[in-house]
């Protein structure tokens, strides 16, 4: 064992430490006289390493025992780590203390492993401290961006520590910037960011021509998805055509560019082809797999497309298996999602009446559903049914509110519904409703562990204009508790200064940190407000309109009489008298003359019953013989002639 150590550390002495396939065959030679020799193994496995065959190295050091791991545990978290065994490659740098390479390991398992928040601490933790190593500096800003940004869309973006950009050189840190601003909504910021980052990238001379190429296809296809969400979809779908998908060298991010393309057309003019190159895409390896948002969206994307190639009986089974494992009510916007898409099966993509026929069987089947809920409200609002959608609305609440389970009453005082439910009162003026929903928001809250900040901040602003004082306490308690938390955020302060400037004085030093009221209003004519008046809405104008009342000594105005539209003819003349015969029948007026020769003579054979002309009417006798003769037309005589057949001269 000596001998095959000590020719290893000759050989080692007089290579380079790039001559990495050197130290690997020296390590085999070595090898093949023991095989168990710990750092022989050790010495292999940093080889392999180096070489980029992490399954080779994770090999090498599990054939070599316990003795190898525990001596090589960052150099087996690494391997573990690039090999995709991310649990075991955190919980392996996690007992390793004191290492400043075990925390970057650490740090990375976490990333992809989704904890973003334990991420983006251990690199803020790590950039307090000096480098090790040169460019470690870099790296850690360009991942500490990465990890801020997968908070912000991850929904948890209270965590970030940073959020205004700063004047970036580095085309990582641009593009993690943009990121984490189109996570925000800031999309115009996003934009900016990524023209930005594309500029760098292409200035940046440390990468060759291929490496550049990889790097700005990442960067227009995030420039697609911005530009498809501020409804550019023109400019979208001309930048995707420009993309070429398989010099992408991520298969995710193929994935993602088709998906991004195909989002980018106003109109699927051809749904089933679209399916079809969805459907072909390779598979995602395991090392390569989407994040949790990711994998929502595109899954979302794949059931639309089969809504719009019409297989609904297939969405509705996926979508009731998702739904079945993850009963509503949920505040998850996927999980909201695959129920409007559930609802949208069962209605066979139909809006109007005919989809909320559909619909409400679906409602009463699962009353929690809250997506579903609110797209009932949503289409009884757009046919103008805004009773309906009230009461949909309320029961939802209600159901919400009278379960027990804890986290039923979390959705129920979710920011979202809150704001959903204080938007509706205020369509229809229902102020006191507006305090109430408010209050009983902020109550739920305020003893929470970790309560939503921007629900509290909403709440404690609506609650300073009741007029009830208990009201008005709990804003003062809010603010308080939020400026204590944050005294830098100038929302609280300003909250802070408003809610107790009626009952303190002494809130100058909370005034500090705000803008002076002189630099406010100074571009603001004074004169010209009190001209124009207070602006009014047309709902409160229509809500005083209705509400106005009639003073004392005002007398109430007769009501007007209707007069009817004049129906006489356009020729009337009042001097004429009118035509006694006017109400008769055109045929029984005695100015009634028929056209043509054979009118003539049909009218002369409808005196049915009459006398013949030369008879006597007093003695009922006429003619020589002195008979009366009675003529008529009836089935035996005058139409005889009709059922003759016709014969051919």
């Not at 290492?99 to 601490?121: C, I, K, M, P, T």
């Not at 943009?178 to 001379?205: T, W």
């Not at 005294?487 to 303190?504: D, N, Q």
């Not at 005196?607 to 002309?613: A, D, H, L, P």
Request: charged share 25%; hydrophobic share 35%.
């Amino acid at each position: 064992m000596a001998t095959g150590t000590q020719s290893l550390n000759a050989l080692l002495q007089r290579t380079t430490i790039d001559d990495h396939e050197e130290i690997l065959k020296a390590c085999n030679a070595s090898l093949k006289q023991s095989k168990k020799e710990s750092s022989v193994l050790h010495t292999k496995a940093v080889a392999l390493l180096k070489l980029d065959r992490y399954e080779d190295a994770l090999r090498a050091l599990e054939d070599g025992g316990e003795a190898v791991k525990s001596g090589a545990s960052l150099e087996r978290s690494y391997a573990l780590y690039k090999n995709g065994q991310l649990s075991e490659a955190n919980d392996v740098a996690k007992g390793i203390l004191d290492d400043r390479g075990a925390r970057h390991v650490e740090a990375q398992a976490s990333y992809r492993l989704e904890n973003f928040d334990r991420s983006a601490l251990l690199y803020h933790d790590l950039a307090k401290s000096h480098a090790a190593v040169d460019n470690e500096e870099n790296d850690i800003k360009i991942n500490s961006g990465a990890a801020d940004a997968q908070l912000e869309w991850s929904k948890q973006g209270n965590l970030v520590q940073r959020k205004k950009p700063t004047r970036e050189d580095l085309f990582e840190t641009a593009y993690n910037a943009a990121c984490a601003s189109i996570a925000r909504g800031d999309l115009n910021q996003g934009d900016v960011l990524l023209k930005r980052s594309r500029d760098l990238c292409n200035a940046s001379g440390d990468l060759s021509d291929e490496e550049k190429l990889a790097e700005l296809l990442l960067i227009q296809v995030q420039q697609v998805y911005v530009l498809s969400f501020q409804g550019k979809f023109a400019d979208a779908d001309r930048l995707a055509s420009q993309i070429t998908q398989k010099d992408i060298p991520d298969a995710s991010t193929q994935h993602i560019a088709l998906n991004n393309s195909v989002a980018a057309k106003t109109t699927i003019e051809n749904p089933y082809m679209a399916h079809r190159w969805l459907l072909n895409t390779k598979s995602i390896p395991e090392k390569d797999k989407f994040f949790t948002f990711q994998s929502d969206r595109i899954r979302e994307n794949d059931l639309i497309l089969d809504l719009l190639v019409s297989k609904h009986d297939g969405v509705i089974k996926s979508t009731d298996r998702t739904l079945t494992n993850h009963p509503p009510p949920s505040i998850s916007s996927h999980l909201n999602h695959i129920s409007v898409l559930n609802a949208a099966a069962h209605a066979q993509n139909q809006l109007g009446k005919f989809g909320i026929k559909h619909m409400l069987p679906l409602l009463e089947k699962r009353p929690l559903d809250v997506g579903v809920a609110m797209l009932v409200v949503q289409l009884y609002i757009l046919t103008d049914n805004r009773g309906s959608a009230a009461t949909v609305l309320e029961s939802l609440l209600k159901h919400l509110e009278s379960s027990d389970k804890t986290d039923h009453r979390d959705v129920r005082f979710a920011p979202g519904l809150v704001a959903t439910v204080v938007s509706f009162y205020s369509l229809q003026g229902r102020k006191s409703e507006i305090t109430t929903e408010f209050a009983r928001a902020a109550s739920y809250w305020r003893h929470k562990s970790k309560p939503p900040k921007s629900l509290l901040q909403a709440s404690a602003l609506g609650l300073l204009d009741s007029n009830n004082s208990e009201d008005q306490a709990i804003a003062r308690d809010i603010f308080a508790t939020l400026y204590q938390q944050d005294p830098e955020a100038k929302i609280a302060a300003a909250g802070y200064v408003a809610a107790h400037a009626l009952t303190s004085t002494s809130v100058s030093e909370q005034a500090k940190s705000l803008t002076p009221t002189s630099r406010l209003i100074s571009g603001i004519d004074v004169s010209a407000l009190e001209e124009a008046g207070v602006p009014q809405t047309k709902l409160n104008m229509d809500a005083q309109a209705a509400t106005r009342k009639r003073a004392l000594d005002e007398k109430p105005k007769p009501a007007k009489k209707r007069v009817r539209k004049s129906r006489l003819p356009k020729d009337y003349d009042p001097n004429k008298a009118p035509d006694p015969e006017r109400w008769l029948p055109l045929k029984e007026r005695s100015s009634y003359r028929p056209k043509g020769k054979k009118g003539r003579q049909k009218a002369a054979g409808l005196t049915q019953g009459g006398v013949e002309k030369g008879a006597d009417s007093a003695t009922g006798t006429g003619g020589k013989g002195g008979e009366g003769v009675i003529k008529a037309t009836g089935p035996g005589t005058a139409n005889k002639s009709k059922n003759k057949k016709k014969t051919k001269k």
